[in-house]
Every structure is written in C-alpha cells, then in structure tokens.
C-alpha cells in the first residue's frame, strides 16, 4: 500500500479530532511464547491504518492545536538504531527514516516518551486513547497525566477529559477505501486458491494435517506470509466443533470435512469456509442439509444491501435454517414458534457474520444509539450460516456428526452486496463436478 494512503488517513483522523487535543495508539508488542522465543509478531491494527510503521515497542502520537485551521501533527517513538542488536534481530527503521520514509513530522526514541509526553500533554484538554483496551497501557497514560497533575502549581494543567480512540478511528475504519479493498480482493483470491487446492487433493488425502499443509502451500507460494487465524480443518464429527483448530484427525471417506481458512494481505483479512464430502459425492442427508445452509446463505447474502440494518441477514438465517430443519423433520413444531424459543441454537448456536478488515473480526460498532448499524456502500462482512447435528438421542442417527457451514466475504455496494469470494464453488453440483474433475 502506498504511503499517501496512510497519510490521507491521517489528515482524515486529525480533522475529527477536537482543537487542543492529543491521540495516544500503542504500536503491538511481541508476545512470548516459551521462554526467550516469540510469537510472529503482529501490527496493532489501529497503529497501523494511521502509520503503516511495521515495528514493535514505538507509540504514535497526534497533537492538534487550538487554532482553527490546525491540520495537526504526528509524533512517533520508535526503537533507536543500534548496530549490535540488527546483527541479531534485523534492520531497525530509527528516527530518521520515520520520517523521511514512513512521514512523521517528529520522532524519538521510545524511551524518552516518559519524558516527552508528559510535556506534550500539559496545557492540552482531550485525550484520546483505547481506553480500557489494555491495563499496562492504560496505566502508562494515568502515569503521564499524573506527571503534569503534580505541577498545576506552576501554571501547568492535565487533560480533563478521556474519548475512546475507537468514536473516530474505528467509525473510519468501518468503511473501506478502494486501497483496502484492492487489498482484501487479493487476500480473498489467494484464499479462494488454496480452497480449491484443498477441495482437489482431500479425496487422496488421508489426514486433516495435510489439507492444512496445503492450504498453508498455496497461502506461501501466493506471497502471504501470514493467515488471518488458525485455519479449521474438520472432519466428520469434528465440523460439529466450532473452533476447531487441531487438524490432527482422520479422513474417513464418506464423512463430510469443513474448511474455514483465510489468508490476510498488507495486514487486511479473509475468511472463508467450505463444507464438501471426502469422496466428492454428498450423501442424500449431507445434501439435505446442505442445500439447507446454502439457501440460509444466498437469503442471507439479499438481505445486505445499503438501508438494511446488520442484524437483519441473521434475521433471515434462522428463519431459512427453522424452515428447512422442520421441513426434514428435525424439528417439529411452528416454525415462529420455534424461532420465538431460540430451537435453532441447538444446531446453530453462532451469528450469521462479523465486519471483516484488518481484524478478521474486524473494529466497528454493531449497534448505534442503541439500534442495530444500517449498511452503507464501503462496509465488509461475512455472512457464514451453518448447521451442526451432533449425536442427539432426539435426532435420527441419519443425521449425526454432520457439520456444515458456508462462509463468504461480502462487500456492500450502493446498490446491494458483492460477494468477494464468487468464484469459489459452493453448489452441490459444482462442487461435485469440481471434485470429479
Ligand atoms: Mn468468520
């Protein structure tokens, strides 16, 4: 992604801020996984829709003025360039390619901010922050404005008021520009190979470990280095859990194997799932249901569109799901009555979707004043029904271990929804004759 990108957010964040105020965002830090070894290490995402900077232990800082025309300015803190350490660790950015690269009209190194902050605080009234995000974080900003309490003697006076970073930055976040959705096209793409991949190789294949090795193949060779969450691989009775994340069993042909994997692409995410059967043949009861989700799936894809508000495409998933599970006699029952009673938890216990964007469950409000968010063109979201029959002495064991569910990523339009991941099969007969050829 360009650098102008990062910059037109940016300008756009500090017109939103108030006169005489200040932005703290907290760069991600590494996070141990046994003793001295870390895990991969990745960006916060706020820190990165405002910098684009890719590195750990640095703070961004936003400071607007009091004048009316103010346009505002970003402050970084960053690691310092230290030969030693790169021999082990890799090329730091330090201070001066900050801002000759990366546009920060200031930085420093990350240990003066004690020091540094505290002085850009004082005489300042707002504070933004992601307050109750993260208590060591939180902690530091109560530290800092301590600082500045201890000398209102002198003239010096502390911020007083606190606003959720996430009023202004997650509002903007919620919306996509053509960059971002450049971007999450083409993690959607590579995401939609190794599906593919996975759907041609798992009628040979004899454990869940090697789809996942293959989904991670195509996922590499594409150029993406890192997925958007542990890919579930499930097979069989597995499906029936909803995170798993093991991988490690059997496939048994005949069974029904689930496959929710994305990839992510400069940061954003994908994430699509897929239920098709081992042998390439659904079974008549596999098709059943199938067809079930699927129709819940394409209602629910109809009813996004700019006006509708978010709660609505779940609206019409149960309604499709209570229908079809009546139809084959899983339940009995009125289907509003059954809908009135939540009946459907049983076999689907989860939401129809999530915004989807640099988190694969990406920032943004829900809810607004209380009412569900109205869709609006720029939006992203998944819409991913599914049904999952365990061994339920209530249900004929036809139906047992069967775990589906369809996931696709959908952007909406001025005019409706675009379903970013199209061109992957997801008819029982294209997947059947996918699988054949
Ligand atoms: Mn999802």
Not at 93 to 106: L, N, P, R, T, W
Not at 200 to 208: D, H, I, L
Not at 303 to 317: C, D, L, R
Request: charged residues 25%; glycine residues 8%; contains cysteine.
């Amino acid at each position: 992604m360009n650098m102008r990108c990062f910059s037109e957010r940016r300008s756009r964040f500090m017109e939103e801020m108030k006169p005489n105020s200040l932005a703290l965002i907290p760069a991600g830090s590494e996070q141990l996984r046994d003793r001295d070894i870390h895990y991969v290490f990745h960006q916060n995402s706020d820190f990165h829709y405002l910098t684009g900077y890719p590195e750990p232990q640095a703070l961004a800082l936003f400071q607007k003025g009091k004048g009316k025309n103010e346009t505002g300015r970003w402050i970084l803190f960053n690691l310092k360039k230290d030969e030693v350490i790169e021999r082990w660790t890799g090329t730091r950015i330090g201070q001066e390619k900050a801002c000759s690269f990366y546009g920060a009209d200031e930085a420093h190194a990350i240990e003066d901010q004690d020091e540094e902050i505290p002085k850009l605080m004082a005489g300042c009234q707002t504070l933004y922050y992601p307050i109750g995000v993260s208590e060591p974080f939180d902690r530091r900003v109560n530290g800092w404005v301590h600082t500045v309490e201890k000398q209102v003697r002198t003239g010096l006076s502390a911020p007083s008021v606190r606003i959720a970073l996430s009023s202004i930055l997650h509002e903007m976040r919620l919306i996509k520009t053509a960059p971002e959705l450049a971007c999450m096209q083409k993690a959607v793409g590579v995401s939609c190979l190794a599906h593919e991949r996975a759907m041609r190789v798992c009628q040979s294949a004899t454990s869940e470990f090697q789809i996942h090795a293959e989904l991670m193949r195509v996922f590499m060779e594409s150029g993406c280095r890192h997925v958007a969450y542990e890919p579930i691989v499930a097979s069989g009775e597995n499906a029936c859990i909803l995170h798993y994340t093991e991988n490690t069993g059997p496939l048994k042909s005949g069974e029904l194997l689930l496959v929710d994997a994305g990839v992510e692409f400069e940061g954003y995410a994908s994430d699509i799932t897929r239920t098709y059967p081992t042998n390439g043949k659904f079974s008549p009861e596999q098709k059943a249901l199938y067809e079930v989700v699927l129709e819940a799936q394409q209602a629910g894809i109809a009813a996004v569109k700019p006006g509708n508000h978010w709660n609505q495409p779940h609206e019409v998933v149960i309604r499709v799901l209570t229908e079809g599970l009546v139809d084959l006699k899983i339940l009995q029952g009125s289907v509003d009555t059954l809908i009135e009673q939540k009946s459907y938890e049983k076999f689907y216990p989860h939401q129809t979707g999530h915004w989807l964007g640099l988190n694969v469950h990406d920032v943004g409000a829900y809810k607004v004043d209380e009412a569900w968010r109205i869709f609006k063109a720029g939006m992203t979201l998944t819409v991913e029904p599914g049904l999952y029959v365990k061994c339920e002495p209530e249900v004929l064991p036809k139906w047992w271990n069967i775990g589906i569910r369809i996931e696709d990523d959908v952007l909406v339009t001025e005019t409706g929804a675009l379903v970013m991941s199209e061109a992957l099969p997801k008819k029982v007969a294209d997947i059947e004759s996918f699988m054949r050829g």
